[in-house]
């Protein structure tokens, strides 16, 4: 039972058969063969050498098979998280230098030591600080990123920057020096690549296949742009009038890299490793629940953790970059009907073979298609219409959302995060710190009470019924007092003040000793303060505290006991209230 | 009206009398003749030369009574702000030296720029994210290192260190080397100090005065411990012998000083200087608001923000220290009689007058008994019963509490009190991101409905009212898709499930798009998803979004009204649903 949830693979190994076998089997080739292009081009959207994509497509899919908790997730380089992966390591060595690629791997290694860790100590939840505006904002905004970072690639031109501004700017001076064979050979890859995702599916479709069959054979077009530019760049020898190729890469399988042990390094990369990997968990998580929620299977996100850091782990010991769990790819392995983990160890089975075979044909492919590739995979990620629908239903979310976005546009992806996710906290704990509050009357004829400026309700004057719409504690523990007072002192006549508390689940120390001024203020007043609706486990920690003892009302189960019983004859109980408290000073 | 607000000087001038000036002259006398050691000590404390703390006691209580909104307090050098002033400066250069006296003026002008800003900004609620505990830990913890810092002058040996262990280290080696000259004159100037604390205001009590005049009285014993030893070292050329006195200070006023405009040093102290002006802030506007509520009167913090911002930038531009509200000093103020801020304007006379003719006198001023005067009021800092009080009620304020003194000794004030602040919202955020969670049932006989686990109530097996007792935000979305969805595969003859919402305060776009996949996942189970008792604003919020057009129940105002709507008939009413959902499907 606990040895299952830690190695998934004892679940389903033993029931596996030879039919799941021929669909996971299917499943791998065809991600295979969209997975080739995709590593090559994730590994230069990361300032690395194509084979380092490779390398990361093999070693990880398979431990993420044994240690995983999704049955269909495909990890690999992914766009956003070579992006930031290109971001870290830019700011400090020159990429596809030696230290460059070293710091690749740490990067791997330090991400995958980070997630083992945050799986074991069940540290998971920490995603859950990256909300969805935020996330969906930073995706957007690196895609807009990565689609700028690649049209040097496609024109031919030098350039560089980690940032919308540096990219544009960069581009700006170059548009002239443009190189013709190269453009003819990008734009060709793009516009085929654009047709395809739109007019091959309905065509295939029409051709009589099945919708999902037709999806996942369109998302395969890459291959064939990779297959038909690298013939023709061989075949005109376009790579000596000046087309980039991806030129000779080392063939085999890789070795084992040992990864830097300069503390400097660690501590220069330990933020982007933090990033990359709750970054990537965050996606990857999401992307898997989907796809396991379609089957009715559920994922372990602490287990992911461990799966997703294996992967991380094996990338960097084998010389690859920072991977996670790919969305197209991840869709393609399940609509291609993979049912087990297996698939993935297939696939990367898949991937080396070709490491092993094609190495050759791939020095005379175009960089320009590759770009193309980049381009069009992101054009999916970015999303103004979440941008529009976050504006509409909260401007604090979508304040979050902006900041991210202009930061990762105008600065660098780490900065548009971080400030994502500052933002998002201190917008919470600010409107926290000033909660709505609402005096209370009752809908008549009911036990109910509400707001007596949104519904008809019945008042009396001596008695008020507040509610704090929040829990009271640190920050708005002051607030509460002002918000009291003030109401007391703009109304004489009061004789009894109920604090309504359904919705405060918490009282810490600070607001405990803020009701104790508040009880005290009001009976200086000659008002005595009441609660009602105190939850449960509010009330258990209240017991014996001094406020308890020195509370001059009571407290109420529900608010309507508080007004038969505040009210029937609140004269003479007021009156009781006074000799009492004569009763206590004498 | 406006003006008033900005200038509350202009509230009491017009009407200042005889009668108020005889009393804010007497509260004047007092609080000078107490200033005055406290002004060399903290000054001392500081590690900064005595004028420095007379410079300090100067124009910023001029500028005070022309900006501040309270009535009584009394500023000037305080022990926890020095603490800090010498934390942030010891780091940074040589205690006494010309950068150090430098440094502390930047402090002080770079601490009254971020007050009058945060005043006219109107951030004073910043201040509101020190809880309680924090701050009482702080000051516990600052008490004790204030307190050991001063051994090394009552024994008359070396030593240094901004922290407890640095401290006793420093300490232990040179106890061998104690001054016995220094060490009698300390020893006996903090017996007197201990001894007039505990039994001089019983004594003049007995002798027939009042209890607020002997306790103002008992509060200027450390003036006559500097008086009796500064005479007998003096006479008996104490100096002579080794123990350290004041020496010469330079006599008259203080001229005009420019801060330093070095950038770097700006950065340095940035941190340092918006933990002093919080801190300072903090300790200031709870003793300004305990004097008000006295009397009746209320403080404006946000003006209060701009009174001491004020007076600091008065204390940095005349060579001074960063200054704040001292609380014994503002109640020997207070129970003196001072009625309006024009005592501390008279004090300031008072001070000046000191600073010119008393300055040869303090020459001779032992060191000790400056270190005993601190000793003696710092212990009254120390508060362990505030700490096993929050032990008590609550483990996460304690947690923050213990976080903030052990940092505080062990390492440095600055740290203790970031850890102080960040683990207090840390642990507000991990809580709100597990909230609390209860299945309701009906209170028989009523329309009230509670925890069915804490009392008495009614159910129906195909009707869950679940109950989340906090807002709906980023950081619990996934926790609340989690906890419905379990709840809902356990009870397999479910067909409701009402989500009970008083305690919903917000819910934001993450939990909107959770609600959305929540409603969708109970969709596909058969079970319809209601609401209850949404609070106005979250209503306001959700009208138009695609969740609630997609809702597959209803929304109830109460409880009661979704208990009968859903009871009478179910059976009806769930196949008329799957009806209706047919209908949609087909």
Redesign the interface.
């Known amino acids: 039972m606990k040895l299952t949830r830690f190695l998934p693979l004892l679940d389903w190994l033993p029931r596996y058969s030879r039919a799941v076998l021929a669909r996971d089997l299917l499943a791998a080739v065809i991600v295979t063969v969209m997975l080739i292009p995709q590593s090559l081009a994730y590994a230069m959207l990361a300032g690395l050498p194509p084979q380092v994509g490779l390398y990361a497509s093999m070693l990880p899919l398979l431990l993420y098979a044994i240690f995983g908790s999704s049955r269909t997730l495909s990890v690999g380089p992914v766009a956003v998280a070579s992006l930031m992966t290109a971001a870290a390591l830019g700011k400090l060595f020159e990429p596809g230098s030696g230290d460059y690629i070293a710091g690749a791997v740490l990067l791997a290694v330090m991400s995958g030591l980070m997630l083992v860790l945050m799986g074991v100590f069940r540290l998971g939840?920490l995603a859950?600080?990256?909300?969805?505006?935020?996330i969906s904002g930073f995706i957007t905004a690196s895609g807009l990123v990565i689609a700028a970072s690649q049209l040097r690639h496609l024109l031919g031109v030098n350039g560089g920057g980690h940032n919308l501004l540096e990219l544009v700017r960069g581009l700006y001076g170059q548009l002239g020096q443009s190189h013709w064979p190269t453009v003819i050979i990008g734009a060709g890859a793009l516009v085929f690549l654009l047709a395809a995702r739109r007019y091959l599916q309905p065509l295939l479709v029409r051709l009589g296949l099945s919708t999902s069959t037709a999806a996942m054979l369109t998302k395969t077009a890459p291959i064939l742009a990779v297959v038909v530019t690298t013939l023709v760049t061989w075949w005109l020898r376009l790579d000596q009038t000046g087309v980039a190729v991806v030129g000779d890469i080392p063939g085999g399988l890789p070795a084992l890299v040992m990864p830097s042990l300069d503390i400097t390094l660690w501590q220069q990369l330990f933020m982007s490793a933090l990033l990359i990997s709750v970054v990537g968990f965050v996606e990857s998580v999401s992307v898997g629940q989907t796809l396991a929620?379609k089957r009715r299977q559920r994922i372990d996100p602490d287990q992911e953790l461990v799966g997703l850091g294996a992967a991380n782990l094996g990338a960097g010991f084998s010389g690859g970059m920072p991977v996670t769990g790919g969305f197209s790819r991840s869709v393609v392995n399940f609509d291609a009907g993979a049912e087990t983990p297996a698939a993935g160890a297939f696939t990367a089975v898949g991937i080396a073979l070709a490491t092993l075979l094609l190495t050759p044909a791939i020095a005379m492919l175009p960089v320009a298609t590759l770009a193309a590739t980049i381009i069009v995979a992101v054009s999916s990620l970015i999303d103004f219409r979440a941008v529009v629908?976050?504006w509409?239903?909260?401007r604090?979310?979508f304040l979050a959302m902006l900041a991210t976005i202009v930061l990762t546009l105008v600065y660098s992806v780490e900065a548009g995060i971080l400030a994502g996710v500052g933002l998002?906290?201190g917008l919470?704990?600010y409107?926290?710190?000033?909660?709505?509050s609402?005096v209370l009357g009752r809908?008549p004829g009911?036990?109910?009470f509400?707001?007596v400026r949104?519904h008809q309700v019945e008042t009396r004057p001596e008695l008020v019924m507040l509610r704090v719409?929040?829990?009271l504690?640190?920050?708005?523990?002051?607030?509460l007092e002002d918000c009291v007072l003030d109401l007391v002192s703009s109304r004489p006549e009061l004789k009894h003040l109920v604090l309504v508390c359904?919705?405060?689940?918490?009282i810490?120390?600070?607001a405990?000793?803020s009701l104790e001024v508040i009880n005290e203020?009001l009976e200086n007043s000659g008002v005595r303060l009441h609660l009602s609706e105190v939850?449960?486990?509010v009330m258990d920690?209240l017991q014996g505290?001094s406020f308890l003892e020195r509370l001059t009302g009571q407290i109420y189960?529900?608010n309507?006991q508080a007004w038969q019983a505040l009210g029937q004859d609140s004269r003479m109980s007021t009156e009781q209230a006074l000799a009492s408290d004569i009763g206590k000073n004498a």
Chains 1, 2 share one sequence.
Do not use: I, W
């Not at 409107?431 to 709505?436: G, I």
């Not at 359904?502 to 918490?506: I, T």
């Open positions: 939840f859950n600080f990256l909300s969805h505006p935020v929620a629908r976050t509409r239903y909260s604090a979310d998002s906290l919470f704990l409107r926290t710190s000033r909660p709505h609402a809908v009911t036990e109910h509400r707001n949104r719409d929040e829990s504690y640190f920050a708005n523990a002051r607030f359904p919705a405060v689940n918490l810490d120390a600070s405990l000793e203020r939850k449960g486990p920690r505290t189960l529900t309507f």
